[in-house]
Every structure is written in C-alpha cells, then in structure tokens.
C-alpha cells in the first residue's frame, strides 16, 4: 500500500495521472445548410461561437467556416479543454439558442471526432494568430 | 483625379485598399493515406507543419489531424497570411521534402478552400491556446 501511494505520488507529480480527465476533445463539424437560411445561419453561428469563446473558459476554439466554391457547406473546427468542457458547453444558453433556432436551416450534420497529429506543437502554431 | 486621389487616399486609411494582397488564405486538405504508410506518414508531415510554422512568418497554422474512427483520413487545416505566402511556402525544402518523400503515400487528395465566417474573431477563437 506504502508503495502504491508512493507510485501515485510520483506519477501524479509528473502529471501523468491527474484527479480530472484533462484530454483535448477536437472535432470537425461538417454542416449542409438550406440556402434558403445561409445567411440567417452565419449569423447565428458567429454569434453562438463568439459567445462560447468569450464564455466558456473550456472551448478552446470554435472556429466555423465555410467552403468557398460551395457555401452552403459549413466546417467547424471545434476544441474543448476536456470532455467536460464540451459537455457543459452543450448546457449553454447560448448553445440551445443556437440549436433550437438553427435546426430548421440544418440539412444535414456530421459531427467527425479527430486527433491531433501534433498535439504539443499545437500552441506554437496558433500562437501568431494573436499578433494579427 | 483630384477627387479620385482623395478617396483613394481615405479608402487606404481605412484598410480598405492595401498595397499588398492581405487577405487570409484558409483550406482544409482532405488527404487519404495508404495504411502501409500511416505512421511513416503522420511523422514526416509533423515534422514539416513544425517547419513550416517556425520558418515562415506567412505560415499562421498548418495543424493536421486524422479521423479517430478513420485514422487514414487526414485534415489538415492551413492559414497562410497571403496567397503569397502559400506560394512561397510551396517552395519551401521542408515542404518539397514533404512532398516528394509523401507522394507513394497519398491515395488521395482534395484541397478545399475556405472562408472564415467570422474572420475578426480569430485571435480571439485561438488566444487560449497559447496558455496550454
């Protein structure tokens, strides 16, 4: 038992094992909307995404775009802090604005889980995002 | 011409009109990787998006990920800061290491470029970043 919590210690020290669940949950989102509603959409979505980002200490990104030669198809690179965090955004009042609003514009949605080939690299590649 | 000047001249000051193209060139690649090379594959294109985002002020992000029920199905999200930029960087040696090292490697391709819905709020959108 003495060694166990010796163990733990030293692995919790190292922040290899830690109390929460401290992975990065990204995701792409891939979104067709009604053309009929894409700007209504935009709108909201820009709205919801620079709610969350201000609110949310735990969305790291929500980044939405669309394609260029086919706009009615929205991507959304998303990134939570944790599962939690993804979870609890999910609760937001701005969220269910979001939803409730939207879903009527939503032709279909894919929400595709990804990881991060580079996961360590990652704040030096956005880091000159901030000196724009 | 008088009058032409003076717009011009308050169009400049206000970032209307620059000089220099600055506009934000955004694509998401969508590449699939033979299974064969997966992990030879995902190391080399770490170690280019590493270079690329070090040595060139141009390049904002190259950040690569893959599907997690798809690992073959790689995205690649890239920010470059001008179109210049990106054609710069396709001359680059870390990127034509990439290239040729990657080609037997790729059984497909699609370049897809984006627009940003919501183009201020980038920094915003990745400031948090940078505190991981």
Redesign the interface.
């Known amino acids: 038992m003495k060694h166990f919590l010796t163990i733990l210690l030293a692995l919790l020290s190292h922040g290899i094992v830690s109390a929460q669940n401290t992975t990065?949950m990204?995701r792409?989102s891939e979104i067709e909307i009604d053309p009929n509603y894409l700007e209504e959409y935009?709108a909201i979505?820009?709205k919801e995404?620079?709610a969350s980002?201000?609110l949310e200490?735990g969305v790291?990104?929500?980044?939405?775009?669309?394609?260029?030669?086919n706009?009615t198809q929205?991507?959304i690179?998303e990134?939570y802090?944790t599962r939690e965090a993804y979870e609890s955004h999910l609760k937001t009042p701005h969220f269910l604005t979001y939803k409730t609003t939207t879903l009527k514009m939503v032709k279909s949605l894919k929400l595709?889980?990804?990881?991060?080939?580079?996961p360590g690299?990652?704040?030096?590649?956005?880091?000159?995002?901030?000196?724009?």
């Open positions: 990065i990204i792409i935009k979505l820009q995404s620079q980002v201000r200490p790291i990104s929500i980044y939405p775009m669309y394609q260029k030669d706009p929205v991507r690179l990134i802090a595709i889980d990804m990881e991060a080939i580079d690299n990652m704040p030096t590649i956005f880091r000159k995002l901030q000196d724009k």
